[in-house]
């Protein structure tokens, strides 16, 4: 299997697992692949990212439908997501604009995954929550992967390019810091 096909299958099945049970976005792959294959090719990642996401938010969709005490539980068991963040999202899924909050919610880091559960619990039209869920996971994706393509060319033009790398991590490093901070901190 080629390169380009191990990212791939690499970005759906991170998709997938961040939408199920994994707690770290997918856009640390993809926006490693905007320094490895340039935004083109990092986009096209980000779509089947989208789509992994999407067949993991509908099987917790499912799970929410089905037994929405037992999906709440492995929700509480994900790093980071405690009652305060699965009431936040529960309250966005009854509101007449859930797909706005759904989309907002993906970048004010409420886990994707939340918003499944809540969608099946609420029996929203699994091809709706699947077309919304689709569009919020490629804005966040767009955005993280544009924010670093603009990075990367401002660093070439700073004659910086070397330090591309140490400069996503630390982003990565801050981003998840501030996270955990602000979490912990609810």
């Known amino acids: 299997m080629g390169m380009m096909r191990w990212w791939i299958v690499a970005a759906f099945v991170w998709g997938f697992a961040e939408a199920t049970f994994f707690f770290i976005v997918p856009d640390l792959l993809l926006t490693a692949s905007v320094i490895a294959?340039?935004?083109?090719?990092?986009?096209?990642?980000?779509?089947?990212?989208?789509?992994?996401?999407?067949?993991?938010?509908?099987?917790?969709?499912?799970?929410?439908?089905?037994?929405?005490?037992?999906?709440?539980?492995?929700?509480?068991?994900?790093?980071l997501i405690a009652d305060d963040l699965l009431a936040r999202v529960a309250a966005e899924m009854n509101a007449a604009h859930w797909p706005v909050n759904l989309s907002l919610g993906?970048?004010?880091?409420?886990?994707?995954?939340?918003?499944?559960?809540?969608?099946?619990?609420?029996?929203?039209?699994?091809?709706?929550?699947?077309?919304?869920?689709?569009?919020?996971?490629m804005l966040r994706f767009g955005i993280a992967i544009?924010?670093?393509?603009?990075?990367?060319?401002?660093?070439?033009?700073?004659?910086?390019?070397r330090l591309v790398p140490i400069g996503l991590a630390?982003?990565?490093?801050?981003?998840?810091?501030?996270y955990g901070f602000v979490r912990l901190s609810a």
Request: charged share 10%; proline share 3%.
């Open 37 to 79: 294959f340039g935004f083109t090719r990092a986009f096209r990642f980000a779509i089947f990212a989208a789509i992994g996401a999407v067949i993991g938010g509908l099987l917790m969709y499912w799970w929410g439908a089905h037994d929405i005490a037992a999906a709440l539980g492995l929700l509480r068991s994900v790093p």
């Open 106 to 137: 993906a970048l004010t880091g409420a886990p994707f995954k939340i918003y499944a559960v809540e969608a099946g619990n609420l029996g929203i039209h699994p091809a709706v929550f699947a077309t919304v869920g689709f569009g919020a996971r």
């Open 146 to 161: 544009a924010l670093t393509a603009l990075g990367v060319s401002l660093a070439r033009r700073l004659g910086l390019s």
């Open 170 to 178: 630390l982003v990565w490093i801050t981003i998840y810091g501030i």
